[in-house]
T-cell receptor, first 112, second 116 residues
């Protein structure tokens, strides 16, 4: 059974801080790893990673995948209160169509 | 495109009543997923369809839950009879045809279900 574990469970920082969120996984036939941001409503897509060592960037957010050690990190620099959300990591399995297995999420709170 | 559409957005019902949640996926997407989210258990996959056919329903908690997809543009999740422990946010998501590594899922706004 595929498994995704995220850490920390929750995090409180102040505006301007840099945070690193962790995602480790076990999957029988890895296809991709995805990061989602969930505020008060539905999860919204951030990144999809398929290859090790290639950093994906979008503004202050970046992510990288290590397929050898089976983990990914999501970095947020110069955090803002609008970054407060739950960040979800999910993995796709080549044997399971477009199904994703989600981790429990990291709840980030950014204080002014 | 309007994105994934779910209805109702909120549902409050009494224990024992039947509840039907509805979902319209993004046009052209051939995968549809039903999730349940609670504080305690996070985001759980209940069932998913490919080309209107249920592929994996191992996440459906018990026989009180059933899901159908009569055509490519509509799916329902039914709970009968409902119980207080079914209270959660239910998300529907869709995904385009499998092409390479692309398996991003697009989520609907969710239905917040409260069973009293």
């Amino acid at each position: 059974e595929d498994k995704v574990v995220q850490s920390p469970l929750s995090l409180v920082v102040h505006e301007g801080d840099t945070v690193t969120l962790n995602c480790s996984y076990e999957v029988t036939n890895f296809r991709s790893l995805l990061w989602y941001k969930q505020e008060k409503k539905a999860p919204t897509f951030l990144f999809m990673l398929t290859s090790s060592g290639i950093e994906k960037k979008s503004g202050r957010l970046s992510s990288i995948l290590d397929k050898k050690e089976l983990f990914s990190i999501l970095n947020i620099t110069a955090t803002q209160t609008g970054d407060s959300a739950v960040y979800l990591c999910a993995v796709g399995n080549n044997n399971a169509g477009n199904m994703l297995t989600f981790g429990g999420g990291t709840r980030l709170m950014v204080k002014p | 495109d309007a994105g994934v559409i779910q209805s109702p957005r909120h549902e409050v019902t009494e224990m024992g009543q039947e509840v039907t949640l509805r979902c319209k996926p993004i046009s052209g997407h051939d995968y549809l997923f039903w999730y349940r989210q609670t504080m305690m258990r996070g985001l759980e996959l209940l069932i998913y369809f490919n080309n209107n056919v249920p592929i994996d329903d191992s996440g459906m908690p018990e026989d009180r839950f059933s899901a159908k997809m009569p055509n490519a543009s509509f799916s329902t999740l039914k709970i009968q009879p409902s119980e207080p422990r079914d209270s959660a946010v239910y998300f529907c998501a869709s995904s385009p045809p499998r092409a390479g590594f692309y398996n991003e899922q697009f989520f609907g706004p969710g239905t917040r279900l409260t069973v009293l």
